[in-house]
Each structure stands twice: as C-alpha cells, then as structure tokens.
C-alpha cells in the first residue's frame, strides 16, 4: 500500500473516531443514552409540615407526571425551623441535586446560606421570597395584595369598627411581614385597632393556646386573624371553646378542611386562599425548562404572582368543588 494510500485510510479512520467521540459527548450534556432529556434532580422544600403543603405537593407531582426524566424531592422541615431547612439543602447538595424552590423561614438571616447554595445549584424561592439573595425567581403570592384583601374581609366582617389580634408563625418570614403590611394598608381609615401580633414557631398547640389567651387578655377583642394557614383552624377552635363563636369574627388565610367548614357554619367570615397547587407546578416546570436552557420562562422581574381569592359563605361551596377535583377527590 503507498503512503499516500495509507495516510487517506488514516484520515478517515481519525474522522470516524472524532464523530463518535463528538456524539458521545452530547449526549452525556443533553440526552441520556435512550434519547431522552437528561435526568433531573429537583426539590421543593416547605417552610412547615401544615396541611397547605398537600396541596402544592399535588401540583409538584402534576409536574413530574408531565417532564420527562424528572424526580421531585418533596421536603417537609418537621420543626419549621432556618436550622432544618439548612439541614435538608445541606443533604441535597450532598445528593447532587440540580435545583431547589424554598419557602425561607427567615430571609434576612438565611440570605448567605441561601447565596451559597445558589453558587451551587439552580434556586428558585415560593410561598415567602428573599428578593435581597441570589435567587433566580420568585413563584407564589404577591403577599401585601393578599394582606390588602384580607384587610378587605376584616372590615367587610367589622362595619362598625373594633379591635383586633393577629396571629402568625413568625414575624422574620417575608411573606408574614407582607401580609401585616398589607392589612394595614386595607385597614387605613377604618375604625379598627390592632391590638397585638402573636407567633407560635409554627407550633399548632401554641397558635391555638395564643388564640386563647388573647380571648381572655382582651375580652373586648371583636375580631381574630390568621395569616398562615394552621393559625385559621387554631383560632376557630378557640373561639368554640371559649362560647364566642359567631360573635368574634374570624378572617384568615387559606383553605384547611377546618378552615372551610368554619365558613360554611358561620363561625369563621372569611380567608383568603392562594394558589398552592401551583406553587408546586409552577416552580418544578420553571425550574426545569430554565436548567434544559429555556432561560426566558424567568421574566425580568425575578418574580412570578399566582391570583389569590377571597373565600366567603356565598361561594365556598363552589371552590371546595373546585379544590377536590384538582386534589382528586
């Protein structure tokens, strides 16, 4: 065989392991070896274990039935504690994870951790932002509008006026800070006071014991408020217990079986529901078209507002309809 010969056969061979070698390549960053899109890790962390998380949980795992080659990690922080938050995300990256939505406890303290973890992997905020870190969006509730609409309900409920407590798991989450600033707002004006803001930690046996005692403590209280989601049935509880119900009007926010039954007798005026379903739908399918290189789904406010609604007894029997069949119930 000339040389020449030889150095052609040589050339093609060279090309051939090249394109191999290329096409192997873009698989491993694009596609699995089956030609589907490569697998992702993603998780949704809560910022507490109440019954409002079922219904997101529903819409995360929507979303996996829908993405191909995506495992959603659904994480619950038992304590509704910063410490366990960090904890499960300290696990996470460990495992490799390729994006995380949180609802953070405390922002403002949890920024840095929170700023790490983003160096690390995709992260995205729900429920409660943290604007101030490096997230890459925010999915959930413009939360001083639903405060606002809460303020609606409770003058709505109070026409003449009255005192008021609230009640939340802590003042450090934004969207706790949100919602008061919210009622506030609604409330300029109007001849109602708030007398006292209470958190329990997100301890339920604490936010019904708060709800109880400020009964006794302020025995002229015409109205009671939640802002986070337990704090509605804690409330409603107390109030049965202490022979008020009816006459201390409830306002709260979204829609535990407790919560709603409170509405339909009359014993709770109103809440204001959001949209947790698709928190969870939302932020898996965002999280996952932006990692596949859809960087557009992220508009350039860094934030994405789901409507809320204001649930009374003339249409709470129609959203309940609604709810169970998103729930499949």
Same mark, same amino acid.
């Given at each position: 065989m000339s040389s020449q010969v030889k150095f052609l056969v040589l050339l093609v061979i060279c090309s051939l392991c090249y394109v191999g070698c290329n096409k192997n390549e873009n698989n491993n960053t694009s596609s699995t070896s089956s030609g589907g899109p490569t697998p992702l890790h993603l998780a949704f962390i809560t910022n507490n274990s109440s019954s409002f998380w079922t219904i997101a949980r529903a819409g995360c795992d929507k979303a996996a039935s829908e993405l191909p080659n995506v495992q959603v990690d659904f994480q619950i922080p038992g304590d509704g504690t910063a410490a366990s938050q960090k904890r499960i995300i300290d696990d996470l990256l460990v495992r490799g994870v390729d994006g995380v939505s949180i609802s953070p406890v405390d922002p403002a303290n949890q920024t840095p951790m929170l700023n790490d973890v983003a160096k690390q992997t995709l992260l995205f905020c729900h429920d409660s932002d943290a604007s101030s870190s490096d997230r890459v969006c925010y999915v959930g509730t413009n939360n001083v509008d639903a405060g606002k609409l809460a303020g609606q309900l409770i003058r709505e409920a109070l026409p003449s006026g009255g005192k008021i407590v609230c009640f939340v798991g802590t003042m450090d989450a934004q969207n706790a800070k949100d919602r008061l600033a919210g009622v506030k707002a609604a409330l300029d004006g109007a001849n109602i006071q708030i007398l006292d803001v209470r958190t329990d930690d997100s301890d339920h046996a604490r936010a019904k014991a708060n709800a109880a005692d400020a009964l006794v403590k302020y025995p002229d209280v015409a109205g009671l408020v939640g802002l986070w989601s337990y704090n509605g049935p804690a409330i409603?509880?107390?109030?049965?217990?202490a022979g008020k119900a009816g006459q201390v009007? =409830?306002?709260? *926010?979204?829609?535990?079986?407790?919560? %709603?039954?409170? =509405?339909?007798?009359?014993? @709770?005026?109103?809440?204001?529901? &959001? &949209?947790? *379903?698709? *928190?969870?739908?939302?932020? =898996?399918? %965002?999280?996952? &078209?932006? +990692?596949?290189? #859809?960087?557009?789904?992220?508009? #350039?406010?860094?934030? @994405? *507002? =789901?409507?809320?609604?204001?649930?009374?007894? #003339?249409?709470?029997? #129609?959203? &309940?309809?609604? +709810?169970?069949?998103? +729930?499949?119930?």
């Open positions: 409603v509880s107390a109030v049965r217990d009007k =409830i306002v709260c *926010f979204d829609e535990a079986d407790e919560t %709603l039954a409170g =509405i339909r007798s009359g014993d @709770i005026f109103g809440t204001v529901v &959001q &949209q947790p *379903f698709e *928190f969870g739908h939302m932020a =898996i399918t %965002l999280m996952t &078209q932006y +990692l596949r290189g #859809d960087k557009s789904v992220v508009p #350039d406010s860094k934030q @994405i *507002f =789901i409507p809320t609604l204001a649930i009374r007894k #003339d249409n709470v029997d #129609d959203f &309940q309809t609604k +709810l169970n069949k998103m +729930l499949g119930k």
